[in-house]
């Protein structure tokens, strides 16, 4: 079938593009990027287009009869402005896109932010409440988005379901494991809180999988998922700092070992952002209060669920993953 990915060339976009291959599906895939500077996957076709600007999107809908779409705004300072456009506006436009040329699947990338609330979270399903004490734009633009269109999945306007992998990781990772190695290879990173923290990981090609089950049901059951969302991980958590440490083992780089109290990082994090607000810095402050309270409390989540609807099995033997995100790391010292 032929199935549109947009931010196709992303992390878990370009992940989700390769299994589409291998199973043999004609693959369209839409992003900011101008296709020519971009790593392809063969096969694959590439087309330019801002989702938060719908006239750019001409013709990329065209004879699509499924969309994954996994293009968003991470991490965890910027204008509410920029979250807004490209989390909220844009998915306002798939949809839009979808509805004018009759596309009714969607498996939407969505985020375990979305229910944070600034406490920890330990072994929650997906029952929990959106959250509410939003500190930063990424978990609350996410949790608009998210609930929009799972709404139209509820009323049966769309089929549509929702994914929530917690902290992708793997080789060519562009964001957490690069961040920490980089601060821990100039001595400027802490352990925050007690270090003991369990939180869930989720490797590259267990989100992946996870999506590609979701699309089996929308397309043979859609009623038994349509309108829900669902938690997904590698299937156990982990205790972070630890799981962090065995990483830089890997590397030679040194354990971290100091700690810092979280109500004192709480409040570091808490003035970089008022500083940074104050001299309208556009870059991103040393410490914010949401990575502090990320890197302290647990944030792990009952995956049942997605097990049981979606036959989703993470795969858990992941030495081989390990090296080769190892390895990447290496190379990009």
């Known amino acids: 079938m032929k199935i549109l990915v947009t931010g196709g060339n992303g992390f878990l976009g370009s992940h989700i593009i ?22 392809k996957e063969e096969g694959v076709e590439y087309v330019q287009g801002d989702l938060s600007k719908y006239e750019t999107l001409d ?11 996994t293009a968003a705004l991470a991490g965890f300072w910027g204008s509410w402005e920029e ?3 490209a989390n909220v506006l844009s998915t306002r436009n798939v949809v839009l896109a979808c509805q004018q040329h009759r ?26 409440p959106y959250g509410e004490n939003w500190l930063c734009h990424y978990a609350h633009t996410k949790k608009i988005a998210e609930e929009e269109i799972l709404e139209l999945g509820k009323k049966g306007e769309l089929d549509v379901v929702a994914l929530r992998p917690h902290l992708i990781w793997g080789a060519g990772d562009p964001h957490l494991l690069p961040r920490l190695v980089n ?18 990981i989720t490797h ?26 669902y938690f997904i991980s590698d299937g156990s958590p982990v205790e972070v700092w630890k799981w962090v440490n065995a990483v830089f083992e890997k590397l030679k780089i040194p354990p971290i070992k100091k700690k810092l109290p979280f109500k004192l990082v709480y409040c570091m994090g808490a003035f970089f952002e008022f500083f940074n ?7 991103e402050p040393p ?47």
């Not at 599906?25 to 990027?33: G, L, T, Y």
């Not at 043979?220 to 969302?229: F, H, L, N, T």
């Open 277 to 283: 607000r104050l001299f309208k810095l556009h870059s």
């Open 204 to 229: 590259v090609g267990n989100a992946a999988v996870a999506h590609l089950s979701a699309m089996k049901i929308l397309l043979d059951s859609p009623e038994k998922i349509r309108g829900k969302a």
């Open 18 to 39: 390769k299994r589409l291959v291998e199973e043999g599906h004609e693959v369209r895939s839409v992003q900011r990027s101008d296709p020519s500077v971009i790593r």
């Open 183 to 200: 601060r821990a290879r100039t001595g400027r990173l802490k352990i925050v809180g007690n270090g003991k923290n369990l939180v869930d």
């Open 59 to 69: 013709g990329c809908f065209d004879g699509i009869e499924l969309v994954f779409h």
């Open 83 to 85: 979250y807004h456009e």
């Open 103 to 128: 596309v009714r699947k969607v498996v939407y990338s969505s985020t375990p932010s979305v229910v944070f609330s600034g406490e920890s979270i330990s072994g929650a399903d997906e029952s929990s």
């Open 287 to 333: 410490m914010t209060r949401f990575v502090a309270t990320e890197l302290a409390k647990d944030h792990y989540f009952d995956i049942g669920a997605a097990k049981r609807d979606l036959g989703y099995e993470p795969k858990k033997d992941l030495e081989s993953e390990m090296k080769e995100m190892v390895e990447y790391l290496d190379s990009i010292r």
